[in-house]
T-cell receptor
Framework: DAGVTQSPTHLIKTRGQHVTLRCSPISGHKSVSWYQQVLGQGPQFIFQYYEKEERGRGNFPDRFSARQFPNYSSELNVNALLLGDSALYLC?????????FGQGTRLTVV | AQSVTQPDIHITVSEGASLELRCNYSYGATPYLFWYVQSPGQGLQLLLKYFSGDTLVQGIKGFEAEFKRSQSSFNLRKPSVHWSDAAEYFCAVGASGGSNYKLTFGKGTLLTVNP
């Protein structure tokens, strides 16, 4: 069975640009969450979506947004990129409180 | 709000030695507890989880963890470490707040294994 897949794997953007990250959950999982992991830290919760509705949001600015599609895949969008947005962005799909993570997208903002 | 503390930033052990990684959590109700492992530049792999019941849980790769409610701890152990265990280890608590569910992670413990 395919696990959680994320694309792209690596991305370099310039300050002020916009970025879209994509995630496909494990088949049958209806919940997708996004986490940001900066170097040397644990992942920080950004969003949770369940059945295409936002169910939770972490302490991130409005420049961060997300959505979930009818097939339960998800996109994370970040506008007006800052240098501090450079991080590994992890997507997790969940089933009964157990989260399975993708390999992440490494975003570098220059 | 929930929180997780991993007191040890970096631990070095010799191959074949035993291992214990510490984790303390703060949460008002019975927590869901997890240990994940992360190799450099990779995502997180779930080692084991505790939801309820037996407080000693077994995971993959020979790891186990013990939930101690009185100490708010969920320490990870392995009797004999292999060189391939070198990685970063994260403890996490899962909590529901209304209609949402999220994981709160500790800052991680980097494990180095000496030959």
């Amino acid at each position: 069975d395919a696990g959680v897949t994320q694309s792209p794997t690596h991305l370099i953007k310039t300050r002020g640009q916009h970025v879209t990250l994509r995630c496909s959950p494990i088949s049958g999982h209806k919940s997708v969450s996004w986490y940001q992991q900066v170097l040397g830290q644990g992942p920080q919760f950004i969003f949770q979506y369940y059945e295409k509705e936002e169910r939770g949001r972490g302490n991130f600015p409005d420049r961060f947004s997300a959505r979930q599609f009818p097939n339960y895949s998800s996109e994370l969008n970040v506008n007006a990129l800052l240098l501090g947005d450079s991080a590994l962005y992890l997507c997790a799909s969940s089933h009964f409180y157990e989260a399975f993570f993708g390999q992440g997208t490494r975003l570098t903002v220059v | 709000a929930q929180s997780v503390t991993q007191p040890d930033i970096h631990i070095t052990v010799s191959e074949g030695a035993s291992l214990e990684l510490r984790c303390n959590y703060s949460y008002g109700a019975t927590p869901y507890l997890f240990w994940y492992v992360q190799s450099p530049g990779q995502g997180l792999q779930l080692l084991l989880k505790y939801f309820s019941g037996d407080t000693l849980v077994q995971g993959i790769k020979g790891f186990e963890a013990e939930f101690k409610r009185s100490q708010s701890s969920f320490n990870l152990r392995k009797p004999s470490v292999h060189w391939s265990d070198a990685a970063e280890y994260f403890c996490a608590v899962g909590a529901s707040g209304g209609s949402n569910y999220k994981l709160t992670f500790g800052k991680g413990t980097l494990l180095t294994v000496n030959p």
